[in-house]
């Protein structure tokens, strides 16, 4: 399907915000949260106020939301976007998805975080809350699957 002419202006308009966006203090890399499991992030900005965005391929534009004092990490989750392959499918589990949290959290040293989590993450984001409601600011669900 061939998307109409009116639609064209606010594309245009989201590749440019998209392409203007400094890659100053960006950095990307990999974290081993656990034996077997290495995370591919992408991490803007540098200040103390930390949002932590799983599924980095889905939200791309959320690394515009990076400030002097908030940092965004967007980062892949097991087996998906830049993160390595897991073999044993018994790692592929919500658990595991919280657990990576955790591990990413501590790897940057940031004593709490905020979460965004979309559908299935929105559950994610809800049980690292649960497991670990000390280490949360805020989280933001969008359209997550019931409990």
């Known amino acids: 399907m061939i ?13 440019m915000l998209i392409a203007a966006i400094p890659a100053d203090g960006q950095e990307t890399g990999y974290v081993e949260t656990v034996p077997g499991v290495s995370i591919y992030y992408e991490k803007y900005g540098s200040g103390n106020q930390a949002v932590m965005i799983p599924n980095r391929l889905f ?36 658990v595991g998805d919280v657990q990576d949290v955790e591990a990413l959290r501590e790897h940057f ?22 497991d670990h409601p000390e280490r949360v600011d805020r989280i933001v669900q969008i359209a997550p699957v019931p409990r």
């Open 109 to 130: 040293g940031f004593e709490t975080i905020s979460l965004v989590g979309y559908s299935y993450l929105g559950l994610m984001v809800a049980l690292y809350s649960r």
């Open 3 to 15: 998307p109409n002419s009116s639609q064209f202006p606010l594309a245009i308009a989201c590749l």
């Open 59 to 94: 939200m791309p534009e959320m690394r515009t939301l990076a400030r002097p004092d908030r940092t965004i990490i967007l980062y892949d989750m097991r087996n998906r976007g830049g993160s390595g392959r897991v073999e044993d499918v018994a790692k592929l589990t919500i």
